[in-house]
C-alpha cells in the first residue's frame, strides 16, 4: 500500500513538473537572422539606375554609362523619406537587368565609373550605406543574376568570374546587410557584348544557387536570403503587396516540371501566396509592391502613386497576415523621391503612428479557460501586453482550443484587433475568432483562419465595448500567444472612385456618403472651391481628372487619366470576342491565335501615345511581353511607328503605355504581339490611343 501511495506521488509530481516545462516546438522553425527579418516589417526596395534614363523598366544592355549623370542624387533624402513612412531599412537595386554597377565594380566596365556622375568618381551603394547609418536604417542589398550587358551571361564563367564576384565586392565594401535579395531573371533578350541575340539557361541549375547561398553565409551571416525559394525568406507570388488571407510561415517550393529541382524563377510562384502547412522549411513571406505603377520612375506616372490609405490596406494584408511589407520606391532622374511620394510616405507613416500608439487593452483583466500547468508566472496571461513578442500565454498540451475573456473595466472604442504567436515555438493555430459583448450578449466580429507572427484584424466599423473573448477554434498543438492588442484608427474621409464608360462619359462616387465631391480637369488639385461633381460629364478627347471628397475633413486626392474615347471605334480584326478589347471594361478578355488586333476609331487623331491593359484575370496566356504599334490613314497602308518590350508584365500587369517620340496622324491602329510569355496569339484587356 505504501509503495502504491509512493508511485502515485512521484507520477504527480512528475506530471506536474512536465506540465511546468514549455509546450515542445512545432513543425519548422525560424532561425535568428528569419527572426530579425520578421520584425523589420516593412522595408522599401529602391529602383533607381540606368532605366530611370531610358524610361523603360528594363534595360536592355547597350545603354551609354554616360547618361546617368543625376543633378542632385540625395541618399539622405531617400532614405530619410521611408523611415518617415515607417520603415525600417532599404534595399539597394545595385545592378538591374541591365549590368549596369552603381558602384565602382572590377567585375565590368559597365559601371558608375564611366559615367559622368562625380566625374566618374561616384559610388551611389556607398552614399547609401553612409546615409542609413546616420538615420539609423538597415540595408540590404540586390544584385541582378541576369545581366543583358555581360558577354559572358549564359557561360559558367559569367557565375563565376562576374555574379558571384559582384556578390563578394557588395559584402566586403558596404558593412553589414540584413538581406541578400534574389530574383528570378532567367535570361532572354539583350545586348550580350554587342552580339544582341537570346541566352538561354537552365532555370534549375545555372546560377549554382547553393553555391551562391554558402557565399552569403560565409560572408553576411546575419542576412536573410529572399528568392523565389528562399532559403530564408520567400517571394509570395505576386507583386500586388499581399499575402494570403490564410497565411503560413512553412513552405515546400516546387518546380513547375516534375523531377526538376526549383530555383529562384523556376517554381510554383502561386504556392507562395499562402505557403504550405506544415512546410517542410520555415520561409516567411515577402509581399512586394511598387508605390508608382512601375518599379522606376516614368514621369508619364506621375499623380498615379498609392495613395496612404492604399499603402494601409496594403499593410493590413502583409504585415498584418504575418508576412514583410517591401514598398518599392522610384526616385526621378535628379536623383530624389519627388515631393508627391516624400507627401504620402510621411502621411501613411503619420496613420500607423497614429493608430498603434496606445493598446487599449493595457490595464486589461485577462481570464484564460487554461493556462499551462496552473504556472502564471511562465506561462501566464501578463505576457499578452508587455510588448514581447517571445513571452506567451501557453496552455496544457491536451488544450487545443482555450477561450481567453478580456475585461477592458471601461467601455472603449476600437476597430483593430492583434494577435501574434510565439513563432520560436512555431505557427501552431488554424483558426480563431473574436467576440464582443454587445447588448448583454456575445456577438461574433471577426474570425481568422491562421495567425503567425502577426494577425491584424482590422474591422470595418468600431465598436465599443467594456469585454471581448477570443476563441481558438482550431490549433494541431497547445498554444502559445504572445500578444493581443486592441487599437483604433483614426477616422478618414473616403476617396472618389472615377470612371468613365465608352461613351466618354465620366462618373465619380464613393463608397461611403460625403458631404460634397470637388473636380477638375486642368490639373490643379481640387479644393472646395472647386466645381462640385452633381452629375456625369462628357470627356471625349481624354484627360487627366482629379477629384476629393470633403465632409469634416478632405479625403485624398484621386487621379484618373483617359484616352480616348471609344463609343465609335469599331474592331477591324474579325472575331466574335474581338469588341472585349475596346468595351472599357478592365475584366473582360480578347484571345485570338492571330498576333495582331487592329482598330477603326471612326475618324482621324492626332495620337500621342498607345497603351495596353494586359489580362487581369491572373493567367499569363498570349501575355504581350514585346510589341509593335502600327498606324494607317486608310485601313490597308500601315506604318510602324512604335515597338519595344513590357518588362516585368507576368508579374506587375498594369496599363502598359507607348509614348511616341512626335504626334501621328491616324484613323486606324494595330497592336502587333512580336513576343508572348507563352502560347501563341495574343490577349488585350484593353487599347487605347491617346491625344493629350
Known amino acids: 500500500m505504501k509503495s502504491n501511495i509512493l508511485m502515485t506521488a512521484l507520477l504527480a509530481t512528475g506530471l506536474a513538473a512536465n506540465a511546468q516545462q514549455a509546450p515542445k516546438p512545432y513543425g519548422a522553425l525560424p532561425t535568428q537572422r528569419q527572426l530579425s527579418w520578421q520584425e523589420t516589417d516593412m522595408y522599401n526596395i529602391v529602383h533607381f539606375s540606368m532605366a530611370t534614363y531610358t524610361d523603360k523598366e528594363w534595360g536592355y ?40 554597377c552603381l558602384w565602382p565594380t572590377k567585375t565590368t566596365e559597365h559601371n558608375i565609373s564611366k559615367s559622368l556622375y562625380k566625374n566618374g568618381k561616384g559610388d551611389i551603394l556607398k552614399e547609401y550605406q553612409v546615409a542609413c547609418q546616420k538615420l539609423g536604417m538597415k540595408m540590404a542589398v540586390y544584385c541582378s543574376p541576369w545581366d543583358r550587358n555581360s558577354p559572358l551571361y549564359g557561360s559558367p564563367a559569367y557565375v563565376t568570374k562576374v555574379y558571384r564576384e559582384q556578390l563578394k565586392e557588395l559584402y566586403t565594401n558596404y558593412g553589414n546587410v540584413f538581406m541578400s535579395w534574389h530574383d528570378g531573371a532567367n535570361g532572354g533578350d539583350g545586348y550580350y557584348g554587342g552580339t544582341r ?75 507562395g501566396t499562402e505557403g504550405t502547412r506544415n512546410g517542410k522549411y520555415w520561409m516567411p513571406a515577402e509581399c512586394d509592391v511598387p508605390m508608382r505603377r512601375g518599379w522606376f520612375y516614368h514621369e508619364s506616372q506621375d499623380g498615379q502613386s498609392r495613395s496612404a490609405y492604399t499603402l494601409a490596406d496594403l499593410y493590413y494584408k502583409s504585415v498584418g497576415r504575418g508576412a514583410c511589407l517591401d514598398l518599392g520606391l522610384s526616385p526621378n532622374k535628379d536623383g530624389v523621391i519627388t515631393d508627391e511620394d516624400v507627401k504620402i510616405l510621411k502621411e501613411f507613416g503619420s496613420i500607423l503612428k497614429a493608430t498603434f500608439a496606445v493598446n487599449l487593452a493595457k490595464g486589461a483583466s485577462f481570464k484564460a479557460s487554461n493556462i499551462r500547468g496552473n504556472n502564471n508566472a511562465k506561462f501566464g496571461t501578463s505576457f499578452l501586453t508587455d510588448n514581447s513578442r517571445y513571452t506567451y500565454w501557453a496552455t496544457d498540451d491536451n488544450v487545443t482550443k482555450p477561450n481567453l475573456e478580456v475585461d477592458l473595466h471601461t467601455a472603449k472604442t476600437f476597430n483593430v484587433i492583434r494577435l501574434r504567436e510565439n513563432i520560436k515555438l512555431g505557427q501552431r493555430i488554424e483558426g480563431a475568432a473574436f467576440d464582443a459583448w454587445l447588448n448583454g450578449g456575445w456577438k461574433e ?75 477638375t480637369t486642368d490639373g490643379t488639385t481640387p479644393t472646395q472651391k472647386s466645381p462640385v461633381y452633381d452629375k456625369p460629364f462628357m470627356l471625349a478627347n481624354g484627360g487627366e481628372v482629379k477629384a476629393a471628397s470633403f465632409d469634416s475633413k478632405q479625403s485624398e486626392t484621386t487621379i484618373a487619366r483617359f484616352g480616348l474615347a471609344k463609343q465609335k471605334w469599331q474592331p477591324v480584326t474579325k472575331s466574335d470576342d474581338a469588341a472585349k478589347a475596346i468595351d472599357e471594361n478592365e475584366n473582360s478578355v480578347f484571345v485570338s491565335g492571330s498576333n495582331s488586333f487592329a482598330v477603326d476609331m471612326g475618324a482621324e487623331h492626332a495620337i500621342t501615345a498607345f497603351t495596353y491593359l494586359p489580362r487581369q484575370d491572373k493567367k499569363t496566356d498570349v501575355l504581350i511581353s514585346a510589341y509593335s504599334f502600327a498606324v494607317s490613314i486608310d485601313g490597308t497602308n500601315w506604318q510602324t511607328v512604335a515597338d519595344g518590350e513590357f518588362s516585368n508584365i507576368k508579374s506587375n500587369p498594369v496599363e502598359q503605355v507607348s509614348q511616341l517620340k512626335t504626334p501621328v496622324k491616324a484613323r486606324y491602329f494595330k497592336i502587333i504581339a512580336n513576343k508572348v510569355i507563352s502560347g501563341e496569339g495574343i490577349s488585350i484587356a484593353e487599347v487605347g490611343a491617346q491625344v493629350k
Open 61 to 100: 544592355g547597350d545603354e551609354d554609362p554616360k547618361i546617368f549623370n543625376p543633378k542632385n542624387f540625395d541618399a539622405m533624402q531617400i532614405v530619410g523619406a521611408a523611415k518617415a513612412g515607417g520603415f525600417k531599412g532599404i534595399v539597394v537595386v545595385a545592378k538591374h537587368h541591365d549590368g549596369f
Open 197 to 271: 541575340d537570346v541566352r538561354k539557361i537552365d532555370r534549375s541549375t545555372y546560377y549554382g544557387w547553393d553555391a551562391n547561398w554558402a557565399l552569403t553565409r560565409e560572408m553576411q551571416p546575419g542576412a536573410a536570403i529572399f528568392g523565389d525559394v528562399g532559403p530564408d525568406v520567400r517571394w509570395v507570388g505576386n507583386e500586388e503587396g499581399h499575402a494570403g488571407e490564410t497565411y503560413w510561415a512553412t513552405y515546400t517550393p516546387h518546380a513547375p516540371e516534375e523531377g526538376k529541382i526549383p530555383a529562384n524563377g523556376f517554381v510554383k510562384d502561386y504556392e
Open 445 to 519: 466580429v471577426a474570425t481568422v483562419p491562421s495567425v503567425g507572427a502577426n494577425r491584424l484584424v482590422r474591422l470595418p466599423y468600431n465598436i465599443t465595448t467594456n469585454k471581448l473573448r477570443v476563441r481558438i477554434t482550431a490549433s494541431s498543438v497547445a498554444i502559445a500567444i504572445s500578444d493581443f492588442g486592441l487599437f483604433k484608427e483614426p477616422v478618414h474621409v473616403v476617396a472618389p472612385v472615377i470612371k468613365r464608360n465608352k461613351q466618354g462619359e465620366v462618373n465619380i462616387y464613393t463608397e461611403a456618403p460625403v458631404s460634397s465631391i470637388h473636380f
